[in-house]
């Protein structure tokens, strides 16, 4: 399987933007979602996830009721929608898969997730 990420770019204080991650390739497992992101200088850290129903969310306290994660129709293609975005939330977002929700929600170490994206970069200026 393979996640390919798009949709970064710069945005002022207070705006938005919306990440694509799409899933291609041999997609006939069941996998959960999500988001992760790294700052400048700072280890990566968990956003969101969703599960493979879309049933289920989970987001980092520090962009909870700002971002929203969900599935396309297809349920191969996850969404982040960002909005009120601050000069904190610049980074570079990395989608990832798991067949286990709890790994793809930051429960276990990273080092347990092997599917990721290219990365794309969100730029928040003040």
């Known amino acids: 399987v393979q996640l390919q990420a798009s949709g970064g770019g710069l945005v002022q204080a207070g705006g938005s933007l919306r990440l694509s991650c799409a899933a291609s390739?041999?997609?006939?497992?069941?996998?959960?979602m999500g988001w992760f992101r790294q700052a400048p200088g700072k280890e990566r850290e968990f956003v969101a996830a969703?599960?493979?129903?879309?049933?289920?969310?989970e987001y980092a306290d520090s962009v909870k009721g700002r971002f929203t994660i969900a599935r396309g129709s297809g349920k191969n293609t996850v969404y982040l929608q960002m909005d009120s975005l601050k000069p904190e939330d610049t980074a570079v977002y990395y989608c990832?898969?798991?067949?286990?929700?709890?790994?793809?929600?930051?429960?276990?170490?990273?080092?347990?997730?092997?599917?990721w994206g290219q990365g794309t970069l969100v730029t928040v200026s003040s």
């Open positions: 969703i599960s493979w129903t879309g049933g289920t969310t």
């Open positions: 990832t898969a798991d067949p286990n929700l709890s790994v793809v929600s930051g429960k276990f170490p990273q080092r347990f997730l092997e599917l």
């Open positions: 390739g041999r997609t006939e497992t069941t996998y959960a």
